[in-house]
C-alpha cells in the first residue's frame, strides 16, 4: 500500500516502471495474508503479516536498469527482494523479511505451535 492505493503484480515492464517511479524516495507497507485450518479441531487461525520498504531515491536510470534486468512483472510493488531489488532499498523494518517473499514464517511457526506442532520437535 502506498498513499491509501494498493500495489499488485503490474504484469507489464511500463507499469512496473510506474510503481516504481512512485515509491521512490517513500515507504511502500506489504501486506501479507496466512490462514492455518487443523482439520482435526477445526479450529482456523488467521494473520496479516505487515512489512514496511524504505525505497530510496531512484533515477529513471536505475529503474529502467532494473526493470530490464530482473523482470519483477509478477512481483507485487515491481520488485524481487531476493534478488537486485534490495539495491533500490534505503531500509526495511518488519517482524520477518520472509513476508516479502510471500510465507511469514515467524508467524507460521508460532500459528503452528499454538496447535501443539512445534517445527523443532517434529
Do not use: W
Not at 5 to 18: D, N, Q, S, V
Not at 23 to 48: C, D, K, M, P, R
Not at 103 to 119: K, S, T, V
Amino acid at each position: 500500500v502506498l498513499d491509501g492505493e494498493i500495489t499488485g503484480k503490474p504484469l507489464t515492464e511500463e507499469k512496473a516502471r510506474r510503481q516504481l517511479a512512485k515509491a521512490s524516495g517513500n515507504i511502500v507497507t506489504f501486506y501479507t495474508g496466512l490462514a492455518l485450518y487443523n482439520s482435526a479441531s477445526g479450529h482456523l487461525q488467521t494473520e496479516v503479516e505487515p512489512f514496511d520498504v524504505h525505497f530510496r531515491h531512484l533515477s529513471e536510470a536505475e529503474i529502467d536498469d532494473y526493470v530490464r534486468k530482473e523482470h519483477p512483472l509478477h512481483c507485487a510493488g515491481s520488485f524481487k527482494s531476493e534478488g537486485l531489488g534490495i539495491a533500490l532499498f534505503e531500509r526495511l523494518e518488519g517482524r520477518d523479511p520472509n513476508t516479502l517473499i510471500g510465507l511469514p514464517l515467524i508467524a507460521l511457526c508460532q500459528m503452528l505451535r499454538r496447535e501443539g506442532f512445534n517445527p523443532l520437535q517434529q
